[in-house]
């Protein structure tokens, strides 16, 4: 009986801390500043049924909010809404917002970040410079690789198809034992 009971404590601290600690892009900025760390921007639009599952399935698994908070500053953006902030020399804003609206123009960042599919997961390093973006909903299991290729700097490595290939069966092969 004990046993149970200290499961189903751990079990509940585990799904309330399971939670990913989402900032806006000019806190990230200003961390940044302070203590280097990739970023993980989370483009969205509120009327994106996609977005709202990796919401709900992805980002609430307590493994992938566990890692992403531990590795990376994690951006939630609104890619058609009114946040307004300075990064790489110039003002973002979306002029063309209009609230009250289920859809609005896209937000210039999202156009200067060539991001053009809701959801899409956009990793940068630690200057700002982009590493990839992943389009498209991803379950866990599929943005899993991507966080620990990124966050432990192994895609630096990666040159060739079967780089990638050898990545994900070392990666797959972890994950068994």
């Not at 639009?45 to 994690?74: G, L, R």
Request: charged fraction near 25%.
């Amino acid at each position: 009986m004990k046993n149970i009971l200290t499961a189903f404590v751990l079990l509940i601290f585990v799904s309330t801390n399971a939670q990913v600690k989402w900032m806006s892009m000019s806190q990230a900025i200003a961390l940044q500043k302070q203590k280097p760390k990739k970023i993980l921007i989370d483009f969205y639009a509120d009327w994106c049924a996609p977005c709202k599952i990796m919401d709900k399935e992805t980002y609430a698994n307590p493994v992938i909010a566990k890692y992403i908070n531990d590795n990376f500053y994690a951006v939630k953006f609104d890619a058609e809404g009114n946040e307004k902030f300075f990064f790489n020399g110039r003002d973002f804003a979306n002029p063309g917002y209009k609230a009250g609206r289920n859809r609005n123009t896209q937000h210039e960042f999202a156009g200067f970040m060539s991001i053009y599919s809701y959801p899409t997961t956009m990793f940068m390093d630690e200057n700002f410079t982009p590493i990839t973006s992943l389009m498209g909903l991803l379950m866990p299991n599929e943005i899993e690789p991507f966080l620990a290729l990124i966050a432990s700097n192994t895609y630096k490595d990666i040159k060739t198809r079967e780089d990638w290939d050898s990545y994900q069966a070392k990666f797959k092969s972890k994950l068994k034992n």
